[in-house]
């Protein structure tokens, strides 16, 4: 058990699961129980995307935990939110087949660790760079930290005349509960995430400190008439329609770069009576350009999970700027 704590090397990790990641099943959940040779257990679960989303999975983690401690003696007494469908009616788009973006390319993983004292500081430098009336959080400082240090890690290998061709699309996930025009309850079980996309430029050194400013200008449109269209329909249908055009009219290369931020979800509470979880992490993706951010479990500093095409890595692993700003012993 020790070089899951010591030296966890992401894609070892994935044998802890049931299925593998990214991998098309007909099973809403999969749970897999581990144990070692040093009395240690391990749980793996994996559930699949099309009935939840990542606060649904950690709810549902807590609710069998809480049971396993014998706190709920009968279904009665399990709080439960089970409405998604109607709130968000499901719907068929022929037209689309979700399955055809989900490619496996020859990706790697490494786990980068944050301290809170340096996120602090990226949030003090950023916030005297950007013209912004709110200081960016810890996870908008963070992404734009990465993201810069991707930039230029990257572009070394890129002719002017291809870097200039490429088009990039940086995505960010939004949970939708507190939007709603009755905001819902943490254990709403279902998909209430939005995906907002921005299209960041570059200066000349490859920085990108508008990043922040175009994400929350995004993310200010996820009002109540948006989530009014979203249920509808026509909002989520639209913006599919809006998307493949975008992309099909694209002349060069388009990069994406997705950031998912679990901070402040109840990744370290579940307990089933033998105290809570020393460590918790996600899976290692297989799409490139991934970054999953946790808390730390103590001192206030950040995770970040990160998935990137092998010669990408190579070099953002190197990057002077982020070995000076992280930790990096998980490089197996």
Not at 156 to 180: C, E, G, I, K, P
Not at 198 to 209: I, R
Not at 306 to 320: L, V, Y
Request: overall charge negative; hydrophobic content about 40%.
């Amino acid at each position: 058990m020790l070089w899951i704590l010591d030296s966890p090397v992401p894609y070892e990790i994935t044998k802890l699961l049931p299925f593998g990641m990214d991998e098309i099943v007909d099973t809403p959940l999969g749970v897999q129980l581990n144990v070692f040779e040093c009395g240690g257990i391990a749980i793996g679960a994996c559930m699949s995307h099309k009935i939840a989303d990542a606060m649904s999975y950690f709810m549902f983690i807590q609710t069998w935990a809480a049971i396993a401690r014998g706190e709920a003696r009968d279904y009665n007494e399990i709080n439960t939110h089970f409405v998604s469908s109607t709130l968000v009616p499901p719907r068929d788009i022929p037209w689309y087949d979700p399955n055809k973006t989900i490619t496996k390319p020859n990706t790697v993983s490494r786990i980068f660790v944050f301290d809170a004292s340096v996120i602090d500081g990226l949030k003090a430098k950023y916030a005297e760079k950007m013209a912004l009336q709110k200081p960016p959080s810890r996870v908008e400082a963070l992404s734009t930290f990465i993201w810069t240090r991707f930039i230029s890690s990257t572009q070394v290998a890129v002719a002017a005349s291809d870097q200039r061709s490429r088009f990039y699309v940086v995505a960010h996930t939004v949970n939708l509960r507190s939007r709603m025009d009755l905001p819902l309850p943490a254990l709403a079980f279902g998909n209430y995430y939005r995906a907002v996309k921005a299209f960041p430029s570059l200066d000349d050194k490859g920085e990108c400190y508008e990043l922040v400013e175009k994400l929350r200008e995004e993310i200010r449109k996820i009002d109540r008439d948006y989530i009014l269209k979203l249920q509808e329909g026509s909002e989520y249908l639209d913006s599919l329609r809006e998307d493949l055009r975008r992309f099909e009219n694209i002349k060069g290369e388009v990069v994406p770069f997705t950031f998912t931020a679990l901070c402040r979800f109840p990744v370290y509470d579940a307990d089933f009576g033998w105290g809570k979880p020393i460590w918790a992490c996600p899976p290692a993706w297989k799409v490139k350009n991934v970054v999953v951010f946790t808390d730390t479990k103590f001192g206030g500093g950040i995770e970040a999970h990160i998935s990137m095409m092998e010669e990408d890595m190579a070099r953002f692993q190197n990057d002077k700027e982020l070995l000076l700003h992280s930790s990096t012993k998980y490089l197996n």
